[in-house]
């Protein structure tokens, strides 16, 4: 295990945008795995891989990348200030988890293929709920990650958080 971080951290060093946007596809795609065999239950044989496809891109591409910009803009509004982590949790709440929520729905729907209309209709139907349970969670987590996580590291500690919290977005907007 040992020799595995360091190789994370290695590569974090090296490559950092690159390893967190992968990391992120790697959740990502793993809370839909975990939703579709044990939340929805499904069998093997019923597995969506497509589905799960578009949850490591999403994370690849969009938000990997969004959420290593957004702590990196955080940090550098705020370092050195008082109450900074504190600071950070609040902008983000109030700032990010709203704009991420509705980016969140809208990306996946639209990497799924559906209209203009249809998304509307998820975002109506989903959002509010969504973005009520993202208080649930996220406020007391980016509290620990703003105030004792290093920099480099906020995406990772995220991560780990959002393996459940990705299983619940799947579950919920991969539902017809």
Known sequence: ??????????????????????????IMSGGDCVSQLVIEKRSLQNYDLVRSGRFAVAG?????PIMRGWYLALDKLYKGTKMAGIKMMVT????????????????????????????????KRDYGTVLLNNYKVWPFT???????????????FVNFVALGWNTYLAWKTEKK
């Open 142 to 156: 980016q509290f620990i990650n703003f105030n004792f996580v290093p920099l480099q590291h906020r995406v990772l």
């Open 1 to 26: 295990m040992a020799a595995l971080w360091g190789r994370y951290i290695g590569l974090l060093q090296k490559y950092p945008l690159a390893t967190m946007s992968g990391t992120t596809s790697i």
């Open 60 to 64: 690849l591409c969009v938000f990997g």
């Open 92 to 123: 983000d709440q109030v700032i990010m988890a709203p704009t991420f929520l509705g980016l969140f729905i809208t990306v996946m729907a639209g990497m799924r293929g559906e209209n203009l209309e249809s998304i509307k209709g998820k975002l």
